[in-house]
């Protein structure tokens, strides 16, 4: 069974970390792209447990992305392919925090990285209506 209100949670929650994702792109003055990929990285997994949730299945605490779509996949509902993309974000989740042998990595376009993130929120908020 669907946990509309605990997905909603969730989800209200994702948002709050693609408000920050928008704050720092605006702010010329952030140059911490870790921290960036972190919060996108958050509002991904977050968004991707409230998918789970209007489904109705249980989701594992963690943070890798691959395992969460894999979940929601499992359930043969539309899973654009576009949003495996977001695949890459999970090492923003623990590798590159913990990991100071793996902190040379690209610069993220933010710009292009928010757009994806907040279509992926819209998509997950779209099923809640639908």
Excluded at 39 to 50: D, I, L, N, T
Excluded at 73 to 83: D, I
Excluded at 106 to 112: F, L
Aim: proline share 2%; no cysteine.
């Amino acid at each position: 069974m669907s946990d509309l209100e605990n997905a909603r949670s969730i989800l209200q929650v994702a948002k709050r970390d693609l408000k920050n994702l928008k704050d720092m792109a605006e702010n010329p003055g952030f140059m911490d792209d870790f921290a960036y990929g972190f919060f996108a990285q958050q509002a991904v997994e977050k968004a991707s447990k409230a998918w789970l949730s209007l489904l109705g299945v249980d989701y594992p605490k963690t943070h890798k992305l691959d395992l969460l779509f894999r979940l929601i996949q499992k359930q043969n509902v539309n899973f654009p392919q576009a949003f495996l993309g977001f695949l890459y974000l999970t090492n923003f989740a623990v590798e590159f925090r913990y990991d100071s042998g793996t902190l040379l990595i690209e610069e993220i376009n933010r710009a292009e990285v928010y757009h994806n993130v907040e279509a992926f929120l819209r998509h997950v908020e779209s099923l809640m209506t639908g």
